[in-house]
């Protein structure tokens, strides 16, 4: 009885959840976050290593023909495990499954050199459907070539910021699943059983203690006002119960100053008591810290 209950709990829904076709968001979330997020035996210590970079382009990396509107792209350098749908492609669905094999070429891989992908389309019998494509098969693009065109100012470490995300325990108070109800009108549309497609994990959230996110950067996108808000809440929302994140930054700031965290508390009390005009600036991060990371999934994800 116990091995049939167990079947029946974990066997038979996987079977349902691959026929169901992976959408654009399902396949952006897999491609970005890679094969999982968590602990696996690249990221022992759960610090987001072994991750895949989404890259913007604005120009084709190899004749350099621009882009518009630009193309995301996912990068995985050599190592880097592939996100689940490569590595498994039934868990696409078998729409998707057959686009991605036959016009994506995701068969043809080498995890010892890494591969390049992006997602396009196709009309199949009057029906748009999302599917993956090994630019490393197709164009002949390699991961270093990519990250080089794109340049740092376009390079997002979205999987390591899903990672942070887990980490710090966001999921406890912000849900990333809006109901079916009239959530929709507050925090936008409800996700499908596709947007889900190789998500590892999910982390629906734990309790509405805090506004879901799953739409957040469509409403806010300034990541000037994401800077504020992680390093003290209360600078955006003075009554919030959010803690602050400001150990995301590390030790210095993007000049390689040291911050000075004491200080700045210091500041900010005094302008809280009404002793300063202005509270302090909030430091620039730099460009290898938790904040960016998180920050990228954030706005670059969460849409």
């Known amino acids: 009885m116990l091995g049939l209950s167990m079947t029946i709990t974990l066997m038979l829904p996987s079977f349902d959840f691959r026929s169901a076709e992976s959408t654009w968001v399902g396949l952006d979330k897999s491609l970005s976050n890679g094969l999982r997020i968590g602990w696996s035996y690249e990221d022992p210590f759960v610090v987001g290593a072994s991750k895949p970079l989404t ?145 590892m994990p999910t982390a629906f959230g734990s309790d509405r203690k805090a506004p879901d996110i799953l739409h957040v950067a469509s409403r806010n996108s300034s990541r000037e006002w994401m800077m504020m808000h992680f390093f003290n809440p209360r600078l955006v929302q003075p009554n919030s119960i959010m803690p602050r994140f400001d150990y995301l930054w590390g030790k210095v700031d993007a000049n390689g100053n040291p911050i000075d965290f004491a200080k700045w508390r210091a500041d900010y009390t005094a302008y809280r008591k009404g002793e300063r005009a202005y509270p302090p600036e909030v430091p620039e991060y730099a460009r290898n810290t938790e904040i960016r990371a998180l920050i990228d999934w954030v706005l670059t994800s969460l849409k």
């Open 55 to 199: 890259v913007i382009l604005n120009a084709n990396p190899k004749t350099g023909e621009p882009y518009d509107p630009p193309v995301r792209a996912y990068v995985y350098q050599p190592g880097t495990p592939f996100a689940s749908g490569v590595e498994h492609p039934d868990n696409l669905g078998p729409t998707v499954k057959k686009l991605s094999l036959e016009r994506g070429k995701i068969d043809q891989l080498d995890r010892s050199q890494g591969a390049v992908f992006t997602i396009e389309f196709a009309d199949v019998n009057g029906q748009e459907w999302a599917y993956v494509v090994n630019e490393t098969a197709t164009k002949g693009w390699t991961p270093q070539e990519v990250l080089s065109a794109a340049g740092d100012a376009n390079t997002r470490y979205v999987g390591r910021g899903k990672t942070v995300y887990i980490t710090e325990g966001c999921w406890w108070c912000h849900t990333l699943l809006p109901e079916h109800t009239q959530d929709w009108q507050v925090f936008g549309t409800p996700p499908y059983l596709g947007d889900f497609n190789g998500e």
